[in-house]
């Protein structure tokens, strides 16, 4: 079946420092939407994202759709504490029209 | 707060037994959606109602079942219990489908003994 693959499974920063999460699809998206789950917590919608190469920015969060909206990727630049969580990308299929969460990323951020 | 209710917040059972897992979407949300989370794990999809009726259904064993009310609320029910069940159950609704963003609930912690 359709899978959507996030990487890296974990990613330990420094605090200031930046980080990358990316999501791969094997199939053609009808849209993107990420969530962010902090430790204990329950998952928040933070974006969506449906045009093909679209590229969205919430303060120092960029989140990008790829041209063959197959892929995605979330950039923090300058991490803070307040960013440590798990971050989802949810993957809407064009085909079956089921919404397929990634893995999630899980972010530490040590001060 | 997102505006979506579940109860009860933990739940603890033995073996064999049955529960049933409540939700009551935002209001104005027609679409609920339930996941299930295990330790560690990633959000599995179990199924999808919309306005009633069940839209999608994802990776939900034959033991467990949901239905949504005519006020909306949905319940889901997990029999004959294992203790691989044991996870997060979240319920999560939507204006209409997936299309638009998902508001999750504050989950439901089942422990199975």
């Known amino acids: 079946g359709q899978q959507v693959m996030q990487i890296p499974q974990y990613q330990h920063v420094q605090e200031g420092e930046d980080f990358t999460t990316y999501c791969n699809s094997s199939t053609t998206l009808s849209n993107i939407q990420w969530y962010k789950q902090r430790p204990g917590g329950h998952p928040v919608f933070l974006i969506q994202?449906?045009?093909?190469?679209e590229v969205k920015k919430q303060k120092r969060l960029t989140f990008q759709f790829g041209e063959a909206k197959k892929n995605s990727s979330l950039h923090i630049t300058a991490t803070q504490t307040t960013d440590v969580g798990t971050y989802f990308c949810a993957g809407l299929s064009s085909n079956t029209g089921k919404l397929i969460f990634g893995q999630g990323t899980t972010l530490q951020v040590k001060p | 707060d997102s505006g979506v209710t579940q109860t009860p917040k933990h739940l603890i059972t033995a073996t064999g037994q049955r529960v049933t897992l409540r939700c009551s979407p935002r209001?104005?949300?027609?679409?609920v959606y339930w996941y299930q989370q295990s330790l560690d794990q990633g959000l599995q999809f179990l199924i999808q109602?919309?306005?009633?009726?069940?839209?999608a259904k994802g990776n939900i064993l034959e033991r467990f079942s949901a239905q949504q009310f005519p006020d909306l609320h949905s319940e889901l029910n997990l029999s004959s219990l294992e203790l691989g069940d044991s996870a997060l159950y979240f319920c999560?609704?939507?204006?209409?489908?997936?299309?638009?963003?998902?508001?999750f609930g504050n989950g439901t912690r089942l422990t199975v003994t």
């Open positions: 209001s104005g949300d027609l679409s």
């Open positions: 109602y919309y306005n009633g009726e069940e839209r």
């Open positions: 999560a609704s939507s204006v209409q489908g997936v299309n638009s963003p998902l508001h």
């Open positions: 994202l449906v045009k093909s190469g």
